[in-house]
Antibody, heavy 123, light 107 residues
């Protein structure tokens, strides 16, 4: 059974960079796409972006200028960096595995999720 | 930007049928997926590819699609089904999108 676990600081100062890591266990990070998703308190879900194990990425256009997702296959981990954060970036951040195929129509959804980690942006 | 529209809330009595809709212009060409989220927990996939049910999800959960609207149907609703439900799909460029979520209340 694949398990994902987010880790990183729970408090980030405004204008600084939020950094989180997702560790994958129970399976290899290879041959899959991996996503970051966030949920502000009391609000809905927002997809941030995904990375393929080879390193190719796709980001939400609304966050693209501030987001970097990277992967370390040797550690079975992938990471998120979100720069220039404000209070609006306060949220529970989830990592998830994508079930993906490029058939027509394409398939792309989230079949495994981490438990989520709350990141608060405050001075 | 592409949007998926869900009703904010749906209420049903136990044993009745709940229907939650999700509308989006690209849905005729893209699959839809549904997630259940209970307070303090991560979302759980309940329907994929419009109408497929993952293993372990009760048969009372079903999905359907018609034009620009997809529907999650929960037959014989139980108290444990009270949760937030989110639809998810993609736009033509591959950007993944969630609906705003629907709070299902079991009266």
């Amino acid at each position: 059974q694949v398990q994902l676990q987010e880790s990183g600081p729970g408090l980030v100062k405004p204008s600084e960079t939020l950094s989180l890591t997702c560790t994958v266990s129970g399976g290899s990070i290879s041959s899959y796409y991996w996503s970051w998703i966030r949920q502000p308190p009391g609000k809905g879900l927002e997809w941030i972006g995904y990375i393929y194990y080879s390193g190719s990425t796709n980001y939400n256009p609304s966050l693209k200028s501030r987001v970097t997702i990277s992967v370390d296959t040797s550690k079975n981990q992938f990471s998120l960096k979100l720069s220039s954060v404000t209070a609006a970036d306060t949220a529970v951040y989830y990592c998830a595995r994508n079930a993906y195929s490029n058939y027509v129509p394409p398939v792309n959804y989230f079949d495994y999720w981490g438990q989520g980690t709350l990141v608060t942006v405050s001075s | 930007s592409y949007e998926l529209t869900q009703p904010p809330s749906v209420s049903v009595s136990p044993g009745q049928t709940a229907r939650i809709t999700c509308s989006g212009d690209a849905l005729p060409k893209q699959y839809a997926y549904w997630y259940q989220q209970k307070p303090g927990q991560a979302p759980v996939l309940v329907i994929y590819k419009d109408s497929e049910r993952p293993s372990g999800i009760p048969e009372r959960f079903s999905g359907s699609s018609s034009g620009t609207t997809v529907t999650l149907t929960i037959s014989g609703v139980q108290a444990e089904d009270e949760a937030d439900y989110y639809c998810q799909s993609a736009d033509s460029s591959g950007t993944l999108v969630f609906g705003g979520g629907t709070k299902l209340t079991v009266l």
